[in-house]
T-cell receptor, first 114, second 111 residues
Framework: DVKVTQSSRYLVKRTGEKVFLECVQD?????MFWYRQDPGLGLRLIYF???????EKGDIPEGYSVSREKKERFSLILESASTNQTSMYLC?????????????FGPGTRLLVL | QKEVEQNSGPLSVPEGAIASLNCTYS??????FFWYRQYSGKSPELIMF????GDKEDGRFTAQLNKASQYVSLLIRDSQPSDSATYLC???????????FGPGTSLSVIP
């Protein structure tokens, strides 16, 4: 079974704090993704990575950065958390070839910024 | 801007009926098509994927793809209350990397 884990299920942070969300997958997938999901707005891609140390901006990268030092681990960083970053954050991974591009999601981190 | 649209919900069907979920996409070069189910408070999970025109059946679920019309659908036969969830359509391009997710359709199966 594919397993994608996220470091926290729930987080409460203060405005201005630096926040780290970590994601680990055990399927040797090349691709990893960070999304946020908000009511009425669906899944929005923040960043994705197709290889170690490689990253590409998604649709809403502002206010976020990412790090991928190892193939199995992809971190999302909120440099200075703001209240409009309160959301559900979902990590996903997938292979990079035809037939392996199904994305598998972690359980999600619900972040509240006060 | 590549787009994926889904029929607006919420959709309500009685138990035992067929639920029909629809999705259209704008990129003619799209190669892969996915349906995910998401229960409230949970993360999306894959139900089916389809690559070729026509129908693909898996148990009570049937995915239908028509590339000429840029249309993909999901039929759920003999709907059960446990099928009540939000269904996300996702469409992939040629790079096998990113997919574009639709906004989702909320399905409620009434006992």
């Amino acid at each position: 079974d594919v397993k994608v884990t996220q470091s926290s299920r729930y987080l409460v942070k203060r405005t201005g704090e630096k926040v780290f969300l970590e994601c680990v997958q055990d399927m040797d997938h090349e691709n990893m993704f960070w999304y946020r999901q908000d009511p009425g707005l669906g899944l929005r891609l923040i960043y994705f990575s197709y290889d170690v140390k490689m990253k590409e901006k998604g649709d809403i990268p502002e206010g976020y950065s990412v790090s991928r030092e190892k193939k199995e681990r992809f971190s999302l960083i909120l440099e200075s958390a703001s209240t409009n970053q309160t959301s559900m954050y979902l990590c996903a991974s997938s292979g990079a070839s035809r037939g392996r591009e199904t994305q598998y999601f972690g359980p999600g981190t619900r972040l509240l910024v006060l | 801007q590549k787009e994926v649209e889904q029929n607006s919900g919420p959709l309500s069907v009685p138990e035992g009926a067929i639920a029909s979920l629809n999705c259209t996409y704008s990129d003619r070069g799209s190669q892969s098509f996915f349906w995910y189910r998401q229960y409230s408070g949970k993360s999306p999970e894959l139900i089916m994927f389809i690559y070729s025109n026509g129908d693909k059946e898996d148990g009570r679920f049937t995915a239908q793809l028509n590339k000429a019309s840029q249309y993909v659908s999901l039929l759920i036969r003999d709907s059960q209350p446990s099928d009540s969830a939000t269904y996300l359509c996702a469409v992939g391009g040629t790079s096998y990397d990113k997919v574009i997710f639709g906004p989702g359709t909320s399905l409620s199966v009434i006992p």
